[in-house]
């Protein structure tokens, strides 16, 4: 199951970075299978594997505190192997549960900022900004929403699809070039969170000329995720992925680059919204 899941991860498969973080926490209970004979061996081997989960996406705020979170709250507290499965069989519960619990409370609190009518425009894929969004149209609210296509994965056709499932929301997609033809419609951008560290913010690669164009134009742009994805003491790494994303037959003499984030200053947003409440 870790092995797996770490592939998963390193694969990108799973699109959602607290969805990462929760499949991350659940991949350890495979430790609960393996036979231990003394209390240091059964650590050592949650340390070592809680490391490779974390190292398997660093750009992964939540998933970091979620492995950390996991470590700090075990090694050093039981006293028998049994006990120490036992404990981390409570404490991969109590992580999801607050990674989860988490999530929808940001997602509600984001809600109470969109109003009956609002155009709103979104970028890649985030099931904090699609549960913020399908709140709000549950409440009443009768929405429309721009979607990019978030190339070269086009992760925005995944996010047009289940936005396509929720009454009382209205989806347009466009190509990421015309953002500034959608955002001229817009009442503000609402963008997930990767991480917020050291003064920027991290998230999908084209969130910077989006947010760029978006203050040209007075579009005001909230960002809404878990705390847990604002963090200190983290360093961010960029992940550059295949070059055929980008162009599937080789050019001699091209040089693909193709990064996945971006890196955004954070006072160029307008709102950060978290389950922790709103920072303005």
């Given at each position: 199951?870790?092995?797996?899941?770490?592939?998963?991860?390193?694969?990108?498969?799973?699109?959602?970075?607290?969805?990462?973080?929760?499949k991350?926490?659940?991949?350890?209970?495979?430790?609960?299978?393996?036979?231990?004979?003394?209390?240091?061996?059964?650590?050592?081997?949650?340390?070592?594997?809680?490391g490779?989960?974390?190292?398997?996406?660093?750009?992964?705020?939540?998933?970091?505190?979620?492995?950390?979170?996991?470590?700090?709250?075990?090694?050093?507290?039981?006293?028998?192997?049994?006990?120490?499965?036992?404990?981390?069989?409570?404490?991969?519960?109590?992580?999801?549960?607050?990674?989860?619990?988490?999530?929808?409370?940001?997602?509600?609190?984001?809600?109470?900022?969109?109003?009956?009518?609002?155009?709103?425009?979104?970028?890649?894929?985030?099931?904090?900004?699609?549960?913020?969004?399908?709140?709000?149209?549950?409440?009443?609210?009768?929405?429309?929403?721009?979607?990019?296509?978030?190339?070269?994965?086009?992760?925005?056709?995944?996010?047009?699809?289940a936005?396509?499932?929720?009454?009382?929301?209205d989806?347009?997609?466009?190509?990421?070039?015309?953002?500034?033809?959608?955002?001229?419609?817009?009442?503000?951008?609402?963008?997930?969170?990767?991480?917020?560290?050291?003064?920027?913010?991290?998230?999908?690669?084209g969130?910077?000329?989006?947010?760029?164009?978006?203050?040209?134009?007075?579009?005001?742009?909230?960002?809404?995720?878990?705390?847990?994805?604002?963090i200190?003491?983290?360093?961010?790494?960029?992940?550059?992925?295949?070059?055929?994303?980008?162009?599937?037959?080789?050019?001699?003499?091209?040089?693909?680059?193709?990064?996945?984030?971006?890196?955004?200053?954070?006072?160029?947003?307008?709102?950060?919204?978290?389950?922790?409440?709103?920072?303005?």
């Amino acid at each position: 199951m870790i092995d797996e899941t770490v592939a998963e991860i390193r694969a990108m498969r799973t699109h959602s970075t607290s969805a990462v973080a929760v499949k991350a926490t659940e991949s350890l209970a495979e430790l609960l299978d393996r036979e231990y004979i003394t209390v240091d061996e059964f650590e050592r081997d949650l340390e070592h594997n809680a490391g490779v989960l974390r190292r398997s996406n660093p750009s992964h705020a939540a998933l970091h505190n979620a492995m950390r979170e996991v470590e700090r709250s075990i090694v050093g507290e039981p006293t028998t192997v049994e006990g120490a499965k036992q404990l981390l069989e409570d404490v991969i519960a109590r992580v999801v549960e607050d990674v989860e619990t988490s999530k929808a409370a940001a997602a509600a609190n984001a809600a109470e900022r969109i109003v009956d009518g609002d155009t709103l425009l979104v970028h890649d894929y985030s099931t904090t900004v699609l549960e913020s969004i399908e709140t709000a149209a549950s409440e009443g609210a009768h929405l429309t929403v721009y979607v990019t296509e978030a190339r070269p994965r086009t992760l925005g056709r995944k996010t047009a699809r289940a936005l396509a499932g929720m009454d009382r929301v209205d989806v347009r997609m466009v190509v990421d070039g015309a953002m500034g033809y959608a955002l001229r419609d817009c009442d503000r951008v609402l963008l997930g969170i990767t991480c917020i560290t050291g003064g920027t913010y991290y998230n999908r690669v084209g969130t910077f000329p989006l947010v760029v164009t978006a203050r040209e134009l007075g579009v005001p742009v909230t960002a809404v995720g878990s705390g847990a994805k604002t963090i200190e003491e983290f360093r961010f790494e960029n992940e550059f992925r295949d070059a055929v994303e980008v162009m599937r037959e080789p050019v001699e003499g091209v040089e693909i680059e193709n990064p996945s984030y971006d890196a955004t200053p954070v006072g160029m947003i307008d709102t950060v919204i978290t389950d922790d409440g709103v920072m303005e």
